[in-house]
């Protein structure tokens, strides 16, 4: 054997906690926005302060004419669907093949999801989109997996043939573009989740941006009620009435997460810049081994949220992914993962018994669930890596390259050790 692998006793290639992607990066310049927002306000009733800040940064950056805030990506995303005014018997057409979260507001408003299978990429598949319309689909909604954006250009031809609202789930895709414009500003709303493991990050909170003035003003009155609807929500709006109740939630996000986001987001297009480097690096090492498939993107820039490969058991010698991915952690390669909760969703108690649990909204079983094989595959035969941000990351990028180049070397020479 040429090197042994750490698995069976040899040298680790790198020592776990090296191996570590800390994310957020908690820098003096983030302890310091963080410091001088505690002493500022520490509550926004209205749009004002950092959040009309981080809020016309934001919207600007993508062009948009409003932004609006939230206390996670979970509330921006039901804000959407609100936004949209969703209601019983309305049918979304969403991937099966994404976080739950992008569809499990949706249930508040009793309208049904319609799942779709995904393309080789992890993606939602247009062609599955089409065949899934019927006279009840209001929206369409799609999350760029990982970072890597969707066919948007024949989803948004779709969507305005049949006069569908179109969302997107950017949560993965802070940043990233598709033709050369930023995912984000496709359909008619855009949410993203600003959690802890996000690439613009607050700890917890959303943002969702749109162009139009009704899922805004909606929006606000889902979340955001009294003051900030006061001021905003023009007279004319016919729900203008219930500005000081909203709908009656509140889902206001927190000032010092909004204070260290609009800091992170400062840096978006050079971490993008960097990822994209590491991605690109992770391609030429390991684009050569035939049981690996390298991430899939065409006519886009990714974000990199993530580096999903696919493994192809059939070409690995009888190794088994599982066994793989244990030999590249036992090289000290501790972030390897198998993702677990990002998984096919279809299946899932709350969208196949939504009557349980919201009986005022649904009066029956989910009966339109189908078998969606290539978002199984995609799922079974996923391995995660993290990719850096920062220049003085690149040590860390070689180390994972050779662990992989370890272990692969001996699925292609000496698999028999591993099966
Ligand atoms: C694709 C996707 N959608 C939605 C969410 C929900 O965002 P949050 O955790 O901020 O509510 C996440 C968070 O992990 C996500 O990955």
Redo the contacts with the bound molecule.
């Keep these: 054997m040429k090197y042994k692998l750490a698995l069976f006793g040899g040298q680790k290639t790198i020592l776990p906690e090296k191996a570590r992607f800390n994310w957020p990066v908690i820098t003096d310049e983030v302890e310091a926005v963080v410091m001088k927002q505690l002493h500022e306000s520490v509550s926004i009733y209205n749009r004002s302060g950092i959040f009309e800040e981080f809020e016309n940064n934001f919207a600007d950056y993508h062009g948009r004419k409003k932004g609006l805030l939230f206390n996670?990506?979970?509330?921006a995303?039901y804000s959407m669907f609100e936004g949209i005014g969703l209601g019983p018997g309305d049918e979304v057409i969403c991937p099966t093949y994404?976080?739950f979260?992008?569809v499990s507001p949706m249930m508040m408003t009793g309208a049904r999801p319609v799942f779709c299978d995904c393309r080789e990429d992890g993606n939602i598949n247009p062609d599955e989109i089409v065949k899934k319309i019927t006279a009840k689909t209001k929206a369409v909604i799609v999350?760029h997996m990982w970072g890597i954006p969707c066919q948007m250009d024949v989803i948004s031809e779709i969507c305005s043939q049949h006069k569908l609202a179109l969302l997107e789930?950017c949560?993965?895709a802070h940043g990233a573009s598709y033709q050369g414009r930023k995912v984000g500003t496709f359909g008619s709303a855009a949410a993203w989740?600003?959690?802890g493991?996000?690439i613009i990050s607050g700890g917890?909170?959303?943002i969702m941006l749109t162009d139009t003035d009704s899922i805004y003003n909606r929006a606000l009155l889902l979340g955001h009620y009294n003051k900030r609807c006061k001021q905003e929500i023009p007279e004319s709006f016919q729900l203008s009435g219930f500005s000081q109740t909203g709908f009656g939630q509140k889902f206001r996000a927190h000032p010092l997460a909004i204070a260290m986001a609009n800091q992170q987001f400062s840096h978006l297009d050079e971490w993008v810049c960097q990822k994209s480097q590491f991605a690109k690096q992770y391609i030429a090492e390991l684009g050569s081994c035939r049981f690996l498939t390298m991430p899939q993107f065409h006519d886009s820039q990714p974000s990199w949220y993530a580096f999903v490969m696919q493994y192809n058991e059939a070409s690995a010698n009888g190794v088994k992914i599982e066994k793989f991915v244990e030999a590249l952690q036992a090289e000290g390669l501790s972030e390897v993962d198998m993702p677990g909760s990002?998984c096919p969703i279809h299946n899932l108690p709350l969208f196949v018994a939504p009557e349980q649990v919201f009986p005022r909204l649904y009066e029956n079983k989910q009966t339109n669930i189908s078998d969606f094989p290539i978002a199984e595959k995609f799922y079974n035969l996923a391995i995660k890596i993290p990719v850096w941000a920062f220049p003085q990351d690149a040590e860390v990028v070689v180390a994972y390259i050779k662990g992989f180049q370890k272990v692969i070397s001996v699925v292609e020479n000496e698999p028999k050790t591993l099966t």
């Design positions: 996670s990506g979970t509330s995303i994404t976080l979260a992008t999350t789930d949560s993965h989740s600003l959690q493991q996000k917890e909170g959303g990002t």
